[in-house]
């Protein structure tokens, strides 16, 4: 008995070792490194009208792999839509802004943080997109 609560308890704890919540330090340093307003490019739109907005939706505080995800997939999105964005992008905090992601969550449930939710002019849900998301599949979505 005591061999199976040992294993069930380092299976548990294993998986989070590698997964450290950061500093609040290291998170204003990552904040401003993904800021739109640092690519202060001006980029043609990258969309043929059929998507009308984005919403990102990720996490204010994350774990470091998380953060790293949500980093990469904020700058994937922004050099496709440059800045300002072309289509609007709004972002979302579902830690810390629960109330403004339920109501995406509701539409599509979010596995894996960050998601992306692209909607047409008559703001019907297009598609979803979730994880480390590359420039690639944002520009798929546009087209």
Known sequence: MKVIATLLSI??????AGCKREGPNTRVKAAASTSPKSKATAKSPATSGAVARIVFVDKEKACACTRERIDKSWKALTDVVG???VPD??????????EKAAPYQKQRPIMVPPAI??????????KVLQGEVKSE???????
Not at 117 to 126: A, G, P, R, S
Request: hydrophobic residues 40%; positive net charge.
């Open 89 to 98: 992008v709004e972002r979302i905090h579902m830690d810390s802004q629960p």
């Open 11 to 16: 299976s548990l704890v294993l998986p989070l």
């Open 117 to 126: 939710y692209f909607f047409d002019k008559q703001n019907k849900l297009v």
């Open 137 to 143: 599949q944002v520009r798929a979505t546009l087209k």
């Open 83 to 85: 800045y300002p964005p």
